[in-house]
């Protein structure tokens, strides 16, 4: 099989990814490309393995259409996502839009997380872990359908003690402690939560970790706060708090705070449609502290993220209003409204009903 006017889409270590006519398909491809030099027979046998099983049905995974190698490369045809990773499409969409003029490319971040969570969910069926969720593996077709990508990472294993596997920023805690067995699809909720934050506000909330010195024996690593880095500690104290000083506090004063004060860093909430308003991103914001970004494996859980985003009674709009209900604002330090009580929707923008 030929193809033809080959453009580089993106380079990284191991590899470097055209976008390629295919005259046979009568499609663009992708073309994944890897110097035998750089990549293991062993790490391509397993990515090619994984890509195998995971197969063409499922409508939010990028799926492999072909595989061939010659002396010098192995070579993955994949399908191609007319946007590219959702992080250079938010670092693009972003700058189009603020309070007062949304970007002109709008989606639907509940719809964007419920495709996220259906390709986990499948792969998780078939013994398969991501093992590397973040934004620069998910793909955004031109319909506005994500596409999870990537699957260098992934194994069929439910634990696993490989660390040093997956991306810092977006890796669960007990990925750093190479002693202790991990539950992998566990690992994969956390990192989907971290990597929903960066979505929302355009920064993800840790940076730098590593594994404290001071903690070299196993028995002490059992406290949550095992981990040196930005933020992680004062997250692990309160995570609610933690989200809402980082994150809320300054959408809600208006403050030029960090989030801010850099056009690359600028919280990229207008170019999701359904997060208008402030009492959606207290909601969602709580669901993923509680539900995903969980420091104990064992509390994190999918199921119960998504049956409180498709919930009708969380946060419901009445004639311009939100009702905020008891469930919504119990235990939550972002909502001090009484029960029941009806609020005037706060900085709300107008948004177009159609991605344009």
Not at 165 to 190: L, Q
Not at 332 to 338: D, G, L, N, Q, V
Request: hydrophobic share 35%; charged share 25%; with cysteine.
């Amino acid at each position: 099989m030929t193809y033809s006017k080959l453009t580089p889409i993106q380079t990284g270590t191991f590899s470097t990814v055209y976008k390629a006519w295919s005259s046979q398909r009568n499609e663009y491809v992708a073309l994944k490309i890897m110097p035998k030099s750089k990549y293991s027979s062993g790490g391509m046998a397993n990515e090619f393995e994984i890509m195998k099983i995971l197969g063409r049905s499922h409508p939010n995974i990028c799926s492999m259409l072909d595989f061939y190698q010659d002396t010098n490369y192995y070579v993955l045809v994949l399908e191609y996502c007319e946007y590219g990773d959702l992080y250079d499409f938010l670092s693009v969409a972003k700058r189009q839009g603020d309070q007062i003029h949304p970007s002109t490319i709008q989606l639907d971040f509940a719809k964007v997380l419920r495709q996220i969570s259906s390709a986990i969910m499948y792969s998780h069926s078939l013994g398969i872990a991501h093992r590397d969720i973040k934004p620069e593996n998910i793909l955004l077709t031109k319909e506005g359908d994500i596409k999870l990508a990537d699957w260098g990472h992934a194994i069929r294993d439910s634990f696993s003690k490989e660390s040093h596997i997956g991306t810092d920023n977006y890796r669960a805690p007990e990925t750093f402690d190479c002693t202790i067995e991990y539950d992998t699809f566990k690992i994969d909720y956390w990192s989907l939560g971290v990597t929903s934050l960066y979505l929302i506000f355009g920064q993800a909330p840790f940076k730098n970790l590593t594994l404290s010195s001071d903690l070299a024996d196993c028995h002490m690593r059992e406290e949550k706060n095992y981990l040196m880095g930005s933020n992680y500690s004062t997250f692990a104290r309160d995570p609610n708090e933690f989200i809402y000083k980082y994150y809320l506090a300054p959408i809600i004063n208006l403050k030029k705070d960090m989030l801010y004060q850099y056009r690359d860093a600028k919280v990229p909430l207008y170019v999701w449609r359904d997060l208008a308003d402030i009492y959606n991103l207290f909601y969602i914001s709580r669901i993923l502290v509680d539900s995903l970004i969980v420091c104990e494996p064992e509390e994190r859980s999918l199921k119960t993220f998504l049956f409180e985003l498709n919930r009708e009674n969380g946060l419901r709009k009445l004639n311009g209003k939100i009702i905020i209900n008891e469930r919504t604002t119990a235990h939550h330090p972002m909502m001090h409204h009484e029960k029941g009580s009806q609020v005037q929707l706060v900085n709300r923008t107008l948004i177009p009903e159609k991605i344009t």
